[in-house]
């Protein structure tokens, strides 16, 4: 089956400018998390989802950052007025979730981010 | 918080050499603990995997034992393959959170 997919693949915007990365999970996966990959942090996590709620945004770097989830499946990462230092690699992933433990997480391909 | 330290790298090996990567945790309540691989150009891919103490997550060749009294999760591979190039990260995710905390990541080089 399709695994977890990620668009676009590569983006470059200007500094200050707005960007929405998309995620879409495994279809029956109910937990959707959003890390963020740099050279100077790993990886980090930035948020995740149980169904449409967020209980968990404590990553997110700057209220630059936001994130939703409609329908169960689809996400939307955003960020506003992007800095250089936001350039990464945004990497989606989607699990299986029972209660609060959370089974393994597939990972999708990844955005790449450039501000220029 | 939780955290996971792993070995730095790189670390370059010949073919058929014997390869450990070293990896450490710190957790509250009882995590699960992974290796993902991204090779060059690729996403991450889930390698192995342990649920609990003892365990010993084993895949491609590669093996990792859950040791809970010295709170490591060490990789291990008998012989390396040019093929087994990329970089490795150690994983802890929360029993308490559902989040995957990742260590810095351990690049692998393995010349023919």
């Known amino acids: 089956g399709a695994g977890v997919s990620q668009s676009p693949s590569n983006k470059v915007t200007e500094k200050g400018k707005d960007v929405e990365l998309r995620c879409d999970p495994i279809?029956?996966?109910?937990?959707l998390y959003w890390y963020r990959q740099s050279l100077g942090q790993g990886l980090e996590f930035l948020i995740y989802?149980?169904?449409?709620?967020?209980?968990?945004k404590s990553g997110l770097p700057s209220d630059r950052f936001s994130a939703e989830r409609t329908g169960g499946s689809v996400s939307t990462l955003t960020i506003q007025r992007t800095q250089q230092e936001d350039s990464a690699v945004y990497l989606c992933?989607?699990?299986?979730?029972?209660?609060?433990?959370?089974?393994?997480?597939?990972f999708g391909p990844g955005t790449r981010l450039t501000v220029t | 918080g939780d955290s996971v330290t792993q070995m730095e790298g790189p670390v370059t090996l010949s073919e058929e050499a014997f390869l450990t990567i070293n990896c450490t945790y710190t957790?509250?309540?009882?995590?699960?603990l992974f290796w993902y691989v991204q090779y060059p150009g690729e996403g991450l891919q889930l390698l192995l995997k342990?649920?609990?103490?003892?365990d010993k997550g084993s895949n491609k060749g590669f093996e990792a034992t859950y040791r809970k009294e010295t709170t490591s999760f060490h990789l291990e591979k008998g012989s390396v393959q040019v093929s087994d190039s990329a970089v490795y990260f150690c994983?802890?995710?929360?029993?308490?959170?559902?989040?995957?905390?990742f260590g810095q990541g351990t690049t692998l080089q393995v010349k023919p």
């Open positions: 992933a989607s699990s299986l979730a029972t209660g609060r433990v959370s089974l393994e997480q597939y």
């Open positions: 279809s029956g996966h109910t937990a």
């Open positions: 989802f149980q169904g449409n709620s967020a209980p968990d």
């Open positions: 957790a509250t309540g009882y995590p699960s």
């Open positions: 342990a649920t609990k103490a003892d």
């Open positions: 994983a802890l995710l929360s029993s308490n959170t559902g989040k995957l905390i």
